[in-house]
């Protein structure tokens, strides 16, 4: 028990110099390291350096309507091409399907048939595909089209994979250094901005679809009408009171868009975006274009109307220029939407924690003042309790915040304000095993056993205990990160380390100094 | 060197307390402040935080002593529901308390409009923090807290179910609920916030707690192996008093670790290490006075089968079942 083998102690001194190099970087300014140096730094959360945290929800619902409004519309087009009469083609998102029913039952089949090419291929896992849309019919001709659960799974997986993606476009057009934006639950995204203290442009650019079309305007439609003819909507116009008929049929979509830029009309100095189409964008652009012109023509932003000209002439360049009353910054904003594309469905934000740089610096202060005084209490308490054993305790006690340091850094791992608290609780925590440990030894010590078995019975009969006793605390830490959330998971993870830490260097290390310590002395009694 | 020696003990050698004989006394004492407990949990109730309940929190630093009055007046033109405000630290520094809104996508909005209101009523005030936190995100943390607060239970529960007799765990999991009612007391009376730092607090609490019970059952186990004809009642007593020192000398330790942060950690951090400093206490005197006893109600027949009989006729006595 108190023999070690000279290449124990290499890799018990290994482990220690190994703790040192990966806390050092942590020391020097980021710039100061060399980048051929594989170091890591322990992040800072956003509770200490100052920034904000978002956390959005993508809105399903909507993902799932626009799918039925999709299927619907196929279905009408699809319908009228059999010739197939039908009645109340209705979709339904809150049951996720689209129900109607054919005139004439002896079509359903045929019906049925046609709706069956509108659906799409969805993985069901297993590099196995199943259509998105289970249909079944009724005999009185009730045909309903139901989206399946893995389609709906799919599609909202889809939609935010690709939420993310818009996401972080728009956020890096910002030019926020070292955003982290990651997926949370099923349909959640986590956003955290360092350094932003007024997040309010971030969350205006992130609360808008940005989903641009351009369509033709109906010039017939009578305006005053309750309902509008099929096939057309009554949109609202940026100004307030305007209304325009626009055709539901989207002539190019903002996807086909390749640049977006703010810029300046050089005729009367409004600001303007210019935007410029990719190849498909500037072939549709230009037949639409040629076979319009004299009519008008709406740009919808957002199911708004933010100008409607009339085509002068055929646009065959692929360029073009949205004038609509732009601030400076709104043009600049749209150009940004725009480049980085429309989200699948609107973004809400359900969470919001901004923390100026201030409160950060005070939060760094007083845990760190409280990290001094827990030390200083906990390393004297120890040493006047243990005497020298307890010394022990506290050089292993150093080893073990110096490896929760180093283990913090080679996982990356962020620091937060209950971090730092986690680790001034592990200085209280960790020496638990000592104080098991030398209890111990006096009780043997007592019973009248002789120096060197009383050590051995010590170390090995605490051993037991202190495995036990340890686990408990990882138990309860594995809880708290899989449900917490935030700031608190960082003290999960800082207290599950000093734990693990502290089983190893209290008795581990501290063995090998009491044996260090016994082999040179060789002392009649034990200071304990 | 004197740092050598150690200089004192808490708990002098050759303490031995009967605690047993308390026992009645405790536990009829720890479940009439829990039953309290629970009570004022209901009444006042606890002050849930934002995290749990909902709502808006904006720290504001106004260029000079903040007018109360006037920002009062502008916050509640803006329609949102019972504004707080309250001088924070020192007079420029203000803390406003919006109660959650209906939606979750209105609570941005309230936001942007008390931002514009700032503007407006205290010109160049700043927003040192912001927390935002929508009803159903609230609703879903503390369902999360409950649920992780619960599943720790049962995980310490089926731990010591397979590391001791089940004697060991039921005595665990009351002695657990017993204490963690307490906390739940203390919040409401100290009206500390119940937000998840708090829940943080009380998780390590109870994994502070059953390492403290592990550490005496652990003494049990093996006392029950080598005094295999000592009377349960003082085979408790004996283990209690020998884990004694340990178990004060840990909670010293760890409470000497919190209560830096309790005193220094700041706004933060007070609430939650408050909390720790509480809970510290009451699992050390659950450990001694709580903990055991309840094993002697539990066990006195079943965990010392082989008293009756003479030693040899029961080889397994049943402590030893899971041992190793």
Redesign the interface.
């Known amino acids: 028990m108190l023999y070690f083998a000279r290449w124990k102690v290499a890799a018990i001194l290994g482990v220690i110099l190994l703790g040192v190099l990966l806390t050092l970087p942590n020391l020097l300014p980021r710039s100061a390291i060399p980048s051929w140096v594989p170091a890591r730094q322990i992040a800072l959360g956003l509770d200490l350096r100052g920034g904000s945290y978002l956390l959005l929800e993508v809105d399903l619902n909507a993902v799932v309507r626009e799918r039925l409004e999709s299927l619907a519309d196929g279905a009408r087009t699809r319908l009228r091409q059999a010739n197939i009469g039908y009645l109340n083609l209705q979709a339904q998102p809150a049951a996720n399907r689209l129900t109607l029913r054919v005139r004439e039952p002896g079509q359903v089949q045929a019906a049925l048939a046609a709706l069956r090419e509108l659906a799409n291929p969805v993985p069901v896992g297993g590099g196995a595909t199943a259509p998105d849309v289970d249909l079944a019919s009724e005999p009185d001709g009730t045909i309903t089209a139901t989206l399946s659960e893995a389609a709906l799974r799919a599609r909202a997986s889809g939609a935010v994979e690709q939420s993310i993606e818009i996401v972080r476009r728009r956020i890096d057009e910002t030019g926020v250094a070292e955003a982290l934006i990651a997926r949370q639950g099923a349909s959640r995204i986590l956003v955290q901005l360092p350094g932003v203290e007024d997040p309010n442009r971030i969350k205006d650019l992130l609360g808008r679809t940005a989903r641009m079309t351009f369509r033709l305007l109906d010039e017939n439609a009578n305006m005053q009408a309750a309902v509008p003819p099929p096939g057309v909507e009554f949109l609202e116009g940026e100004q307030a009171g305007t209304r325009y008929p626009v055709r539901r049929r989207i002539e190019v979509d903002g996807a086909n868009l390749s640049d977006a830029r703010a810029g300046q009309d050089s005729r009367n100095g409004e600001w303007v975006v210019n935007f410029s189409f990719d190849s498909v964008g500037t072939r549709r652009f230009a037949d639409i274009t040629r076979q319009n012109v004299g009519r008008p023509f709406a740009i919808v932003l957002d199911n708004k109307v933010i100008t409607a000209p009339v085509i002068r002439e055929p646009i065959t360049g692929g360029r073009g220029q949205i004038s609509g009353n732009f601030t400076a910054a709104g043009a600049n904003d749209l150009a940004v939407l725009l480049r980085a594309g429309a989200l699948p469905a609107p973004l809400t934000v359900v969470e919001e924690r901004t923390v100026g740089p201030e409160l950060g610096a005070d939060a760094i202060r007083a845990g760190l003042l409280s990290l001094a005084v827990g030390a200083v209490f906990v390393l004297g308490y120890m040493g006047l309790a243990y005497g020298l054993f307890g010394w022990f305790a506290n050089l292993a006690l150093v080893v073990n915040i110096l490896l929760l340091m180093a283990a913090l850094s080679a996982l990356g791992a962020t620091l937060t304000l209950p971090g730092i608290a986690g680790i001034v609780l592990t200085l209280g925590t960790a020496v638990d095993a000592n104080i098991l440990i030398n209890e111990r030894i006096r009780e043997e010590v007592r019973a009248g056993r002789p120096p060197v078995s009383a050590l051995e019975a010590g170390f090995t009969k605490a051993s037991g205990t202190i495995m036990d006793s340890n686990l408990t605390n990882l138990i309860a830490m594995a809880c708290l990160y899989v449900l917490g959330s935030g700031p608190v998971r960082g003290f999960a993870v800082t207290v599950a380390i000093g734990t693990i830490a502290s089983m190893w260097s209290a008795t581990v290390l501290v063995r090998l100094m009491v044996s260090a310590w016994y082999r040179s002395r060789r002392p009649k009694t034990l200071p304990v | 060197m004197f740092?050598?020696?150690?200089?004192?003990?808490?708990v002098p050698?050759n303490t031995q307390i009967a605690f047993m004989r308390g026992r009645v006394l405790g536990i009829a004492f720890s479940a009439l402040l829990s039953v309290i407990s629970l009570g004022l949990a209901f009444y006042p109730g606890l002050e849930k935080g934002i995290d749990f309940r909902g709502g808006i929190i904006m720290?504001i630093r106004t260029p000079g002593p903040a007018d109360l009055g006037a920002l009062r007046g502008t916050m509640s033109g803006l329609n949102l529901g019972d504004v707080g405000l309250q001088q924070f630290g020192d007079d420029s520094t203000v803390l406003l308390r919006l109660p959650v809104q209906g939606e979750?996508?209105s609570?941005?909005g309230a936001?942007?409009a008390v931002?514009g209101a700032l503007e407006q009523v205290a010109p160049g005030a700043?927003?040192?923090?912001?927390?935002?936190?929508?009803n159903?995100?609230s609703a879903e943390?503390f369902a999360?807290?409950l649920?992780?607060?619960g599943?720790?239970m049962l995980?310490?529960l089926a731990?010591i179910w397979f590391?001791f007799e089940w004697q060991f765990a039921v005595g665990a999991i009351v002695t657990l609920v017993l204490e963690t009612t307490k906390v739940v007391g203390f919040l409401a009376i100290t009206r500390i916030e119940f937000s998840?730092?708090t829940?943080?607090a009380v998780?390590?609490i109870?994994?502070?707690s059953?390492?403290?019970k592990?550490?005496v059952y652990?003494r049990m186990r093996e006392n029950l192996r080598k005094y295999k004809t000592m009377p349960l009642r003082q085979l408790i007593d004996r283990s209690i008093n020998?884990?004694l020192?340990?178990t004060v000398?840990?909670s010293?330790?760890?409470?000497?670790?919190?209560?830096?942060?309790a005193?220094?950690?700041?706004d933060?951090?007070s609430g939650?290490?408050w909390t720790?400093v509480f809970g510290i206490i009451a699992s050390t005197s659950s450990s001694i006075f709580i903990a055991a006893p309840i094993l002697l109600f539990l066990g006195e027949n079943r965990l010392r089968r082989g008293t009756e009989a003479p030693a040899p006729a029961s080889p397994g006595a049943s402590g030893s079942a899971t041992g190793?």
């Not at chain 2, 740092?3 to 808490?10: T, Y």
């Open positions: 740092l050598s020696r150690p200089l004192f003990r808490i050698d720290e979750e996508g609570t941005q936001v942007n931002r700043r927003i040192l923090r912001t927390e935002a936190v929508g159903r995100v943390l999360n807290s649920i992780a607060l599943i720790s995980a310490m731990y590391r998840l730092t829940v943080a998780l390590t109870i994994g502070f059953i390492n403290d592990v550490v652990d020998e884990t020192n340990r000398g840990t010293m330790t760890l409470l000497l670790s919190a209560l830096p942060l005193l220094f950690g700041g933060a951090l939650f290490a720790m190793r």
